[in-house]
């Protein structure tokens, strides 16, 4: 089955810094990557996602990019605020949206 | 539109019980999915669900989890005979379709599950 391994589990960025979180997947099948933010007690927010026939996306101080070459995919944060402090988990399915494989998620940190 | 509902958002249960979680999804949303969330670690899939039908259960324990979308009221998700190691928190997920576009799967807010 897939495997979603992400990077680092830890982020400590100082306000106005960049932010990059980098996930690789198993299954050359797989074809919709989200990206989700969870704030402590709460549910993952879906913040954005990319399919396989495209190679960036970004919407606003996010971006996505993805390697199907090299099975991996990364989240930018540009620009980083406090209230971005959270975990950011990265996921990845063969099946549209049917069934997702998490990462193990990000914890970022914005210290102002 | 609220969004997904789950009920209830706390639920403390003792070794032995049942425990029963609901899952009301969006409206328009006939694609019902269930993840669990242990502390401090990312969400597993559990089961997928349309309405009346099992789409894939491929990440349910083989005893004591079962889950159902009837035709009419919400999503269940059944731990029968809880262990300490269920408490967990349970999250589903809805979405228009199961694949292709109009796809984006929204959560609910969980429910957390402890057991005694």
């Known amino acids: 089955g897939e495997n979603v391994e992400q990077h680092p589990s830890t982020l400590s960025v100082q306000e106005g810094d960049s932010a990059v979180i980098k996930c690789t997947y198993s299954?050359?099948?797989?074809?919709?990557f989200p990206w989700y933010k969870q704030e402590l007690g709460k549910r993952p927010q879906l913040i954005i996602d990319i399919r396989s026939n495209v190679g960036e996306k970004k919407d606003q101080r996010i971006a996505v990019t993805l390697n199907k070459t090299a099975k991996h995919f990364s989240l930018h944060i540009t620009e980083t605020q406090p209230e971005d402090s959270a975990v950011y988990f990265c996921a990845a399915s063969n099946k549209g949206w049917g069934k997702l494989q998490f990462g193990a998620g990000t914890q970022v940190v914005v210290t102002p | 539109n609220a969004g997904v509902m789950q009920n209830p958002r706390h639920l403390v249960r003792r070794r032995g019980q049942e425990a029963r979680l609901r899952c009301s999804p969006m409206?328009?949303?006939?694609?019902v999915y269930w993840y669990r969330q242990l502390p401090e670690e990312g969400l597993k899939f559990m089961v997928y669900l349309q309405k009346e039908n099992i789409i894939d259960e491929s990440g349910m324990p083989k005893e004591r989890f079962s889950a159902e979308f009837p035709k009419e009221g919400p999503s269940i998700l059944r731990i029968q005979q809880v262990v300490r190691g269920d408490s967990a928190a349970y999250f589903c997920?809805?979405?228009?379709?199961?694949?292709?576009?109009?796809?984006?799967?929204?959560f609910g807010q969980g429910t957390r599950l402890t057991v005694v």
């Open positions: 299954d050359s099948a797989s074809n919709y």
């Open positions: 997920a809805s979405s228009q379709a199961g694949t292709g576009t109009n796809t984006e799967a929204f």
């Open positions: 409206k328009g949303h006939s694609h």
